[in-house]
């Protein structure tokens, strides 16, 4: 089962009709890419605000149903594609919704699509409304618990409920006994679950455990005292940095092996998409290796791998694609700037281009998880076996291989965080062994001061 989640549907949408159109693909083959990539495909609610207009319940629907019929009825998508649903969470937290009224009328309308037969009842699971306090629409603690409360409350009373994600937020020292406080009254009540914020956690690199696991732990905590052993999701928004995925592969099997639970730990695609249309560079996998191709025009003819540049890796992208997938593809020998940019370099991206680019850093996500599978089987084989030497070389061939063969800093602090982490999940601790891991993952994280005026009118003039 692929691990991730292609989230961006529009943009993936109009990605399909780019290669349909330009004749380099077919529905068919677009059918088979995504057949063979990934399981699912995730689209926004909140994709539908905008900030020009006031908020309107029924308009509202109105244009998240048509989006999404769109979207997910399109032909490339309709028969591979599970559905996933987010309900708009971060569209809030920068300002879309600006009064109390509107918020509480858009929490009826993410109600009424979580029950809609072209939303809700079609997809596979939809990620609860997590009301989050980065704008100032929210003016007190006690509003945000009370928003949250009632989003849940209402979401479980829903025949739908049981497809829902609970979202659980784990990055602030201010806010995590908040937010678990509100998570620990309604877990049982949940069949998944997610957690955000940290995908801006910069000290995840440097901290003695993976900070991943820990509300993974305290919501298995809650499930075992509870004698509830029912396999569940995991999802982790906006993560697919690639030493993760393997790490969340392995976490996987040790649950597995000791708590009995399968759970599936995935992650959405954002920071592979963004990286490739905003960096111009993705990943792909050639010779056993992950490696990083650079497409900025300046840089096409420098060494990538071995003896080959950027531009030979960028033909030899194209030829897989075209070998295993059957696209038609024009690949030129060589390849110059003018064959990737409108104006020889110095213009945009040409279309089909950089909708193969995306396909291709899509396809390096599972790429991925099929090449660290075995290598964790080996790995966790070494664990529990107490056979430190083959761990440690496992553990640095898998995360090297993952961080396109560099051994650096962040990388080290993970090999030597990994073991620890494995030791915390076959400890299958308490609260109160794990309360100090907590702290100490929050600790020093940068200074939020929640409502804080000056604060929010920075926030309001750069948004």
Not at 207 to 221: A, G, S
Not at 296 to 315: E, G, H, P, W
Not at 330 to 356: C, F, Q, W
Request: charged share 25%.
């Amino acid at each position: 089962m692929a691990k991730y989640v292609i989230a961006g549907g529009s943009t993936l949408n109009q990605l399909c009709k780019t290669l349909t159109e330009t004749n380099i693909s077919t529905v068919d083959k677009l059918r088979n890419f995504f057949t063979k990539t990934t399981s699912y495909l995730l689209t926004s609610i909140g994709e539908v605000l905008s900030k020009k207009q006031t908020f309107d319940k029924d308009r509202f629907i109105k244009n998240v149903v048509k989006h999404y019929t769109k979207v997910y009825e399109s032909p490339w998508f309709k028969d591979p594609m599970q559905k996933v649903v987010d309900s708009g969470g971060y569209q809030i937290s920068v300002g879309y919704i600006t009064d109390y009224d509107s918020l509480y009328n858009f929490i009826d309308a993410y109600i009424d699509l979580l029950n809609h037969p072209k939303v809700g009842q079609t997809s596979s699971y939809m990620l609860s409304l997590d009301i989050v306090a980065d704008y100032p629409i929210i003016k007190t603690l006690e509003d945000l618990k009370n928003f949250n409360e009632l989003s849940l409350q209402k979401t479980l009373e829903n025949p739908n409920k049981d497809k829902v994600a609970l979202v659980y937020h784990f990055i602030n020292p201010k806010l995590e006994e908040f937010w678990w406080n509100i998570i620990e009254k309604y877990v049982l009540s949940f069949k998944h679950y997610s957690i955000g914020g940290l995908v801006a956690f910069n000290r995840s690199n440097s901290f003695p455990l993976n900070v991943y696991i820990l509300p993974l732990l305290k919501i298995l905590r809650k499930r075992v005292d509870n004698q509830i052993y029912e396999p569940f999701i995991f999802h982790i928004l906006g993560v697919s940095a690639f030493t993760d995925i393997a790490l969340f592969v392995l976490f996987e099997k040790a649950v597995k092996h000791f708590y009995g639970i399968d759970v599936n730990i995935n992650f959405d695609s954002t920071r592979a998409i963004r990286e490739t249309s905003i960096a111009k560079r993705f990943q792909f996998f050639y010779d056993n290796h992950l490696m990083s191709i650079d497409y900025k025009s300046s840089l096409l003819n420098q060494r990538c791998y071995k003896s080959f540049t950027n531009a030979d890796m960028i033909v030899k992208v194209l030829e897989y694609l075209s070998s295993v997938y059957g696209f038609d593809i024009d690949i030129p020998r060589p390849l110059t700037a003018k064959d990737i940019y409108k104006d020889n370099g110095n213009g945009s991206i040409k279309k089909h281009i950089e909708s193969l680019f995306i396909l291709a850093s899509i396809e390096s996500l599972q790429q991925t998880v099929n090449f660290v599978t075995p290598i964790v089987e080996d790995l966790f084989k070494a664990f529990i076996n107490n056979d430190e030497t083959h761990f440690e070389q496992y553990a640095t061939y898998l995360l090297e291989v993952a961080n396109f063969n560099k051994r650096t800093k962040s990388l080290v602090h993970k090999i030597r965080s990994l073991k620890n982490t494995l030791n915390l999940i076959a400890l299958k601790p308490d609260y109160n062994t794990l309360k100090p891991y907590m702290l100490r993952a929050l600790e020093d994280v940068y200074d939020f001061q929640l409502f804080d005026k000056q604060r929010y009118e920075n926030l309001a003039s750069i948004l």
